[in-house]
């Protein structure tokens, strides 16, 4: 199976879990009486923001985790890398014409605008997580708004590279950006609506498969945008 169709399988999954639990959600199961619900899913969620947020910040460290390879010959070329435009790197992705649409400016630096996106959506999220799992504040008294934003904030950031050319980063960012955030909404607006221990935890493990779809997503589009590159001698060109 090539990386393309495993990306598709993954969005498709992904689509059907999302789909799963909008249902289940409007006709819940019967209420669950657990205790420590809210403080152990907020408390889930949280790490799981925690730890995504931390891989983002260090886009050094990602790049060891990517599918580009920064080669000590490419390092010992300094001059040939601005000759072909594609060994030296920006937002830990090749400074080429062609991944433009993958990064934004920030005053004088350049950042990653998947990971940016990804980082902002999850301040949001976990000062949301904090809020409705860890005070007394009622947010909504229904849940079906928070879900239903949720949802459609979901299906918008998650397959939005895999079926649509996007030509702005701040599109890409905006699009990641709604990924923490309506997963965000979904989980808060599933707690409420169904007060299902099971549920929730199901939805977490959804969220951490949306995020791994999204990976794979990303890493696809990369090599498609390599692919059709003809610049044959960049040494960050992906196979």
């Not at 940016?116 to 949001?124: E, Q």
């Not at 997963?183 to 549920?199: K, P, W, Y």
């Not at 977490?204 to 001698?233: A, E, P």
Request: charged letters at 10%; one cysteine or more; a positive charge.
């Amino acid at each position: 199976m090539s990386s393309k169709q495993l990306s598709v399988f993954f969005l498709f999954v992904s689509l059907f879990g999302l789909a799963a639990v909008v249902i289940s959600a409007f006709y819940p199961p019967p209420v669950e009486i657990f205790p420590m619900r809210k403080p152990l899913i907020g408390m889930a969620f949280v790490l799981l923001s925690v730890a995504g947020m931390t891989a983002v910040l260090f886009p050094s460290r990602c790049t060891q985790w990517t599918i580009f390879k920064k080669s000590s010959s490419a390092t010992a070329r300094a001059g040939e890398s601005l000759k072909n435009g594609c060994h030296s790197y920006r937002g830990h992705h090749p400074d080429c014409v062609n991944f433009s649409a993958h990064v934004v400016s920030i005053g004088q630096s350049t950042v990653c605008a998947g990971c940016t996106g990804l980082f902002i959506g999850g301040l949001v999220g976990l000062f949301g997580a904090f809020v409705y799992f860890f005070t007394d504040i009622k947010i909504v008294s229904h849940g079906e708004i928070f879900i239903v934003v949720g949802s459609l904030a979901v299906a918008f950031g998650l397959p939005l590279p895999a079926i649509t050319k996007i030509s702005l980063g701040s599109v890409r960012l905006i699009a990641n950006a709604a990924l923490p955030i309506g997963s965000f909404l979904m989980l808060s607006g599933v707690d409420i609506s169904a007060q299902s221990i099971s549920l929730d935890v199901f939805l977490l493990i959804l969220i951490f498969f949306w995020l791994f779809t999204k990976i794979s997503i990303s890493q696809t589009g990369h090599r498609q945008v390599c692919r059709l590159c003809k610049n044959s001698d960049c040494e960050s060109r992906i196979a």
